[in-house]
């Protein structure tokens, strides 16, 4: 990590060049094409480069890599300069985390940063009203697709000219990566969130499903997945905030519309963002998240210009409530840790909806020119204002005791990494340890028929539980819950969490029995264990009166012996997570 700006030489010749730089012309290229175009990946960290030249509250930092080859840049305005990122994490300042680029086709949030970077460093009013602020940039999170610019993969969208590509380098769609980390963005992202720390966290996107009024929506991490006093507290203070503060700027916003293939007036649901996405992500360690979604069928400039009033408007709310958020974030872990329990699946409550005053256009369905079917048109010379549904509540449907720490064995790498990289703390044993825990066995689970970003995901897992004194090895991993990322802890290491581990594939190995028998001469062996046990023979007796497809199934009935045998493997479909209760 390192900081443009160094001082090798004398402050005098340093001071020289802020001097000159200033007279730098720090327009950017899309206020010079009138809001058409986005400058390409090289352009923007240049342009951050001379902004941290020219004006000491700026600074520029590198971290770490990406899996374009190209590290992570991290924009940093305060109003005292920083010249190393120690002074981020040991700063008491509102902190902010502006996350751009992760679909670089979807540049609004890159251009409107710049410009909002720029214009606080120029400012010497804005630059005492955020004098209490970090205010934390990502220019462009996904360089790879930043990279590989084009002027035709976003069939819908009007603006800019050129633009990045969904896919990174590898093709992977980042904002489906944060809790799985398979990216080299995605663990360098992580750094730097822990560095930052953010109170607020926006992540600018542009997006359609439907088409309306707005040019803004916004998508606020679901209220009650986030839960307690901070979940009570995005949907009472900040969402109604934000929405109030952008209407005097006469920008009419809605919560993101979640409808595709019909229209919105007809009642829409909130987006339900799982740990894998980006404010899914962030809440995890208490953060307040935002998504902006821009609508791709609205002018470029006015979605740029409308994310930039966005910003600001969080940066006011981050401000004005600074006291309360850090009071809030510092309680969340004992709010969390005081429930016992920890919901980790929900569904929409279809009997709580908020009214919303929709401003749509009226969608009907006609017959295509193009194919012999028919197609959704939305008349935009009829435009509405209805009262319509909108599904923000979301009720728990299952929930996991949260025990006291979590057992971890030690071969386990990819997800040892992980931990360290969201600086979840452990030890090891340190010698041979015999520990009563809970086990856990994987039940049932579905998988997904075709691949998703590099995996086949799990869903609808369930497990048995069981209580026995387990050996661990020295060095196996001891993680108390009692700490900032108990939350992480829970998505992913209960493997019915929706964004597991387990369903993330990280445990396949250990659905794959290893050992077996051949049937020929396990026959003999399963004769002698019937008659030596007594109620095992019970058990089969009554399986094969009870169960009619057991009954006809002599390789079954074989298999029900084997696996209630000494001789069937402890490792098959145990997961190599242990809990202590």
Known sequence: MRKVIVLLLFLSVYS???????????????????????????????????????????????????????PLHLVVYSQEEIYNVDEIKTSSKNRILINNGIHPGES??????????????????LKEKYKNTLICIIPVYNIGGALNRNSHTRANQKGPKEYGFRGNARNFDLNRDFIKQDTKNAATFAEIFHTVNPDVFI?????????????????????????GSLGKFLE????????????????????????????????????????????????????????VETHMLKPYKIRVEQTYELMFSALDFTNKKSKEIKDLRSKALDEILSNKTYPIAFKVDRGNPTELQFKGYEGTVIDSKVTSG????????????????????????KEVRIPKAYILQQG??????????????????????????????????????????????????????????????KG????????????????????????????????????????????YV????????????????????????????????????LNFIYKSSSHYEKAHLRLPIFKVN
Request: aromatic share 14%; hydrophobic share 30%.
């Open 16 to 70: 020289c060049n802020k001097s000159n730089n200033k007279k730098k012309d720090f327009t950017t290229l899309f206020e010079k094409t009138k809001g058409s175009e986005t400058p390409e990946y090289k352009a923007v960290i240049s342009y951050y480069k001379d902004l941290a030249s020219a004006y000491s509250g700026v600074s520029l930092f590198s971290f770490g890599q990406t899996d374009s080859g190209e």
């Open 108 to 125: 609004d949030g890159i251009d409107a940063s710049m410009m909002l970077i720029r214009d606080i460093a120029q400012n010497d009013s």
């Open 203 to 227: 992540d600018n996107h542009v997006s359609n499903g439907a088409d309306y009024q707005y040019a803004i929506t916004h998508l606020f991490t679901q209220h009650n997945k986030l839960g």
């Open 236 to 291: 009472t203070e900040m969402r109604p905030y934000l929405e109030k503060s952008l209407v005097e700027k006469e920008i009419p916003i809605t919560p993101y519309v979640n409808v595709w293939g019909t229209t919105p007036e007809t009642g829409f649901s909130q987006f339900f963002d799982s740990p894998r996405y980006s404010t899914g992500y962030t809440t995890l360690f208490h953060t307040l998240g935002l998504m």
């Open 374 to 397: 028919k197609r959704l048109f939305y008349d935009k010379t009829k435009p509405f204002t209805k009262a319509t549904k909108y599904f923000n509540n979301f009720l728990a449907t």
């Open 412 to 473: 386990w790498h990819k997800v040892i990494d992980r931990l360290k990289q969201n600086k979840i703390t452990f030890t090891r044993f340190k010698k041979d340890t015999t520990i009563k825990v809970e086990v856990n066995h994987i039940d049932d689970f579905k998988t997904r028929n075709t691949a998703y970003e590099g995996h086949y995901l799990h869903y609808n897992t369930t497990i048995k539980k069981s209580s026995k004194a387990i050996q661990f090895r």
């Open 476 to 519: 196996d991993l001891y993680i108390p819950t009692n700490q900032n990322g108990v939350r992480y802890l829970l998505e992913t290491l209960e493997a019915e969490a929706t964004d597991s581990f387990f369903n993330w594939n990280f445990f396949d190995s250990v659905l794959q029995q290893k050992e077996g028998y051949s049937a």
């Open 522 to 557: 396990f026959e003999d062996v399963a004769e002698e264990l019937l008659a030596k046990n007594p109620s095992l023979k019970k058990q089969f007796e009554e399986r094969l009166q009870n169960d009619e497809a057991f009954a006809k199934n002599s390789r079954a009935q």
